[in-house]
């Protein structure tokens, strides 16, 4: 048992002002304030004499507010674990009347749109509290809402942001990438056209850019995912199909899975993480 350090107090409030301060945008700049200020109080309001325990969480939330005030500064602008926003819709409800109604975009965007970022939110804290612990017992379901949520966060983000009151017209640059990939203008909004009447069930029609074939395609997602998020980049990735390991480990996948870590060519994953780092949208 000891006094807490009032060297931490102090720095806390140092932190609060900058970020205070700061410039960044509001939507990141006010949670990390919120997270500071919280943080205060409750050193504030605890007993003198501590147990070290206690004082040791205390410095480990200075750690991690330290990287979030980091990332305001640099304008590197991630979002933090679990705080998602909502973005604003770029128009009033009722802009793109007739072809949507201003009741479908209320609902849509305040109510669906919302409910993927909480579980979004929720799913994040579900698997960093996963990490602290070491305990993997549910990680099929986290990473089932992580997909579904964060699938449906993206792909709303996305959604708000390529539709105006005015519509428009595809520039010369892409517009000359979907005659080369599709043929025509044409052929291009009728295949979209049947891809997104298609898809069984509920889901989307999404025009992607291939970095692998460097052309664009049409493709389908059911619900929003299927275990992806879209609008990310792929970094690393194991092959746990059974073709990929069963004529050597038979049943033996946790086998395969840690020689696997010996063999990981850092290297090129290095170099994908530098390159997808530029690419980069509004934070939400
Ligand atoms: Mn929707």
Not at 183 to 202: H, I, L, R, Y
Not at 227 to 237: E, Y
Not at 243 to 267: D, G, M, P, T
Request: glycine fraction near 4%; charged fraction near 25%; proline fraction near 4%.
């Amino acid at each position: 048992m000891r006094k807490l350090s009032d060297k931490l107090l102090e720095w806390g409030y140092l932190l609060r002002d900058r970020v205070l301060a700061s410039k960044a945008h509001e939507q990141l700049k006010s949670p990390l304030l919120c997270r500071t200020e919280k943080w205060l109080d409750e050193m504030q309001s605890s007993e003198e004499r501590l147990h070290d325990n206690q004082e040791k969480a205390w410095y480990d939330v200075a750690h991690h507010l330290y990287d979030q005030w980091r990332n305001l500064q640099e304008n590197t602008t991630s979002v933090p674990i679990g705080e998602h926003t909502l973005p604003p819709l770029p128009y009033k409800y009722n802009a793109l009347e007739p072809a949507i109604s201003a009741r479908i975009m209320e609902l849509h965007h305040d109510i669906h749109h919302k409910s993927y970022v909480d579980g979004l939110n929720k799913a994040e804290l579900a698997l960093q509290e996963a990490r602290k612990n070491n305990d993997y017992d549910l990680i099929k379901h986290w990473e089932r809402e992580l997909a579904f949520n964060g699938a449906g966060h993206y792909l709303h983000t996305l959604f708000w942001s390529i539709m105006s009151p005015k519509g428009g017209k595809p520039d010369s640059e892409l517009l000359s990438e979907i005659q080369k990939s599709f043929e025509s203008f044409n052929k291009f909004k009728q295949q979209f056209t049947n891809a997104a009447n298609k898809v069984e069930g509920s889901g989307w029609a999404i025009l992607v850019w291939s970095p692998v074939s460097r052309r664009l395609e049409i493709l389908q997602a059911e619900k929003h995912q299927n275990l992806s998020q879209w609008d990310i980049v792929p970094l690393l990735a194991i092959d746990v199909w059974e073709h990929a390991y069963y004529l050597q480990y038979e049943n033996k996948r946790k086998q395969y899975i840690e020689n696997w870590w010996s063999i990981v060519n850092w290297n090129e994953v290095n170099k994908r993480f530098m390159k997808a780092r530029q690419l980069t949208w509004k934070p939400f």
